[in-house]
């Protein structure tokens, strides 16, 4: 069955750097883009960045453009999100989620949190 | 940038039928995706491009999608479906998806 599994998630200061995995299994991963999709604590869904099936092409919101780097690895199958210069707003959690007629399969999430 | 609008909250009697909208700039001429998403829990597809459904999903799930609104509606509402209920688009110029603000349904 499709299993998308976050980690990498943890507490660090405003400013630095922190990078998120997502590891994917059950189906043909390279044949997918992914998505990265986080929920700041109490509030809405925000999308993030999405990469295409061969990594050749990303797009990110706003609110990340610049800070945020949203990469793969076929052979690993496994996502990433690379994220600079951290900011107490980018606190929430994070999901990794596969595209196919919407956003068909969602992990569990994994919790960001950024102190001043 | 697009903008979908849902309202916060719907409220309905169990058995009843439960209707959830979703504005934006002819947002009938998009594909409109749903998302239910329970407490500490991930979101989960429940409609996708704009009234299909995926397995697993109950027929009690149903979505519609023209003008300025699409509408998701759950008929025979029962307890478990309490959760919010969020909207989703594309926007091809930015190859951006959109989220409207999430709907929270309440089972009176």
């Known amino acids: 069955q499709v299993q998308l599994v976050e980690s990498g998630g943890g507490v660090v200061q405003s400013g630095r750097s922190l990078r998120l995995s997502c590891a994917a299994s059950?189906?043909?991963?390279?044949?997918?883009?992914m998505h990265w999709v986080r929920q700041a604590p109490g509030k809405g869904l925000e999308w993030a960045a999405v990469?295409?099936?061969?990594?050749?092409?990303?797009h990110y919101a706003d609110s990340v453009k610049g800070r945020f780097t949203i990469s793969r690895d076929n052979s690993k199958n496994t996502m990433y999100l690379q994220m600079d210069s951290l900011r107490p707003e980018d606190t929430a959690v994070y999901y990794c989620?596969?595209?196919?007629?919407?956003?068909?399969?969602w992990g569990q999430g994994t919790l960001v949190v950024v102190s001043s | 940038s697009y903008v979908l609008t849902q309202p916060p909250s719907v409220s309905v009697a169990p058995g009843k039928t439960a209707r959830i909208t979703c504005g934006g700039n002819n947002i009938g001429r998009n594909s409109v995706h749903w998302y239910r998403q329970k407490p500490g829990q991930a979101p989960v597809l429940v409609i996708y491009y704009d009234s299909d459904r995926p397995s697993g999903i109950p027929e009690r799930f149903s979505g519609s999608n023209s003008g300025d609104t699409a509408t998701l509606s759950i008929s025979r509402v029962e307890a478990g479906d309490e959760a919010d209920y969020y909207c989703?688009?594309?926007?091809?110029?930015?190859?951006?998806?959109?989220f409207g603000g999430g709907t929270k349904l309440t089972v009176l």
């Open positions: 059950g189906f043909n991963f390279r044949n997918y883009a």
């Open positions: 989703q688009v594309w926007d091809p110029s930015s190859d951006h998806r959109i």
């Open positions: 989620a596969r595209d196919e007629a919407g956003l068909d399969y």
């Open positions: 990469v295409s099936y061969d990594g050749d092409n990303n």
